[in-house]
């Protein structure tokens, strides 16, 4: 109960400095504050959005992934390769292929870490560079694009449409409508499941959950799989996006993600973090993001101040449990 306060009150906190960063942004330049520019925010964030859902899964078991992003570029080039086939692949398998690679290399990740003893980090380092090492070979370095029309025309969908005053549709994208739908997901594994609740034991500690007969490897395989799984679905969105696939078009990508988490609540050490959380962290750093490149902020400068709110949220939340922690008698700085 303290814990889900906890989380509520860090909530709390995030919401009013996004509140309080658009307020600011949209006393800095007029043209930020408008329904079509938080439209194009949210699709924009598509991608970071829903890979978060799958890393702060991971991230609350006590494990850590930041190979994903090499997992949806493998995924993306083979879905690619299929689309630009003469072979004419059933849409069906196009869409499950990448679902089903980016879940099979997931579950890679998770074997090596169950088998080897080795810190995730370490793990998910190596297979990073592998996988990106191998979709560089394979592919040369080609990009793919020309796509089919029935797979570019489904990123224009808008599920609610409007037109500006020079006649250009906007509103809600059909590929934000699947990020809600991953939160939603996210939010029903963690909170309403028996297997969410297994997840927060052992990311919380991991002897106990031995303790209480929590098969952490079959666990462990599951969250490192979903985690691959939603990277497949985010290799779609970006290639709805970008409507081109290159092997190195998301490299970076996963401090984005990590940010967001981190950002949202999540502990590094596992255990502690909450979806709505995530989302509000994911919002931080597009509404950042879209803010500085509306006032055409260089972009190598958008890192920084994305380092400069991570440090400042972390901060504060560690000060408030210092404060709380004081107020009921324990001595924190005591070794």
Known sequence: MMEKLKNLRNEYT??????GLITVMSLISPDFFSAENFFDILRSSTFVGICSVGFLVVLISGGV??????TATVAQYV??????SSRGFPVVCIILAPLLIGAVLGMVNAILINR??????IVTIATLNIYYGAIQFASKGAWLYSFPDWFTSFSKIRVISFTNQEGVPYGLSILTVIWMVSILAGMFLLNYTSLGRKIFAIGGNLESAHRVGINVNRIRLFTYSFLGMIAGIGAIIYTLTTRTVAPNAMMGLEFNVLSAVVLGGASISGGKGSVSGTVIGVLLIAVLTNGLTIMKVPNYWHQVFIGLMLLMSVSITALREKTLMNKEGIDVDKD
Do not use: E, N, R, Y
């Not at 879905?79 to 630009?84: A, P």
């Open 116 to 121: 080897l003893k080795v810190s995730a980090i």
């Open 14 to 19: 995030l919401l009013i400095i996004l509140i």
């Open 65 to 70: 992934d930041i190979s994903f992003t090499a």
């Open 79 to 84: 879905m690619g390769l299929m689309l630009v």
